[in-house]
C-alpha cells in the first residue's frame, strides 16, 4: 500500500501478501487513503460496502479479525510516520535494510 503526492513522493505503507484483504478503510464512507500496486499477476475480488456489512454482521469473529488487522496496519502506519519524522537518513536506511531481511550476522557487518 502506498500513496503518492503531486510532486510525485511516494510513501509505502506496508506490503500486502496473497491471501490478504485491503480496501477495508472505505466501511465508513470516507475517501480512499492509499493506493495497491501489484509486483505480480493477480486475482482480487470486489465486495460491494453492503456486502461486507453484512458478513460482519453474520460472522461477528470475522469481525474481529478486521479490526485486529485495521489496528496493526495503523500501528504500522504509525511506526512509519515516527522514523520519517524522528530519525535521519541514516537512521531510516539502516532500519529499512534491517527490517527486510533482519540485522547482517557480525561477522558480516561493515565497520
Do not use: K, W
Request: hydrophobic letters at 35%; glycine letters at 8%; aromatic letters at 6%.
Amino acid at each position: 500500500m502506498y500513496a503518492t503526492d503531486e510532486n510525485g513522493r511516494e510513501i509505502t505503507y506496508g506490503m500486502i501478501s496473497a491471501g490478504d484483504y485491503f480496501g477495508e478503510m472505505s466501511l465508513d464512507g470516507g475517501p480512499r487513503s492509499a493506493s495497491v500496486m501489484t509486483v505480480e499477476p493477480t486475482l482480487c475480488s470486489l465486495l460491494s460496502r453492503h456486502a461486507v456489512q453484512q458478513h460482519l454482521n453474520e460472522e461477528p469473529a470475522f469481525a474481529m479479525e478486521l479490526v485486529s488487522q485495521v489496528i496493526r496496519r495503523a500501528r504500522s502506519a504509525t511506526e512509519t510516520a515516527r522514523q520519517m519524522a524522528l530519525l535521519d537518513v541514516y537512521g531510516r536506511v539502516i532500519h529499512t535494510l534491517e527490517s527486510q531481511q533482519g540485522p547482517a550476522p557480525a561477522s558480516r557487518r561493515c565497520s
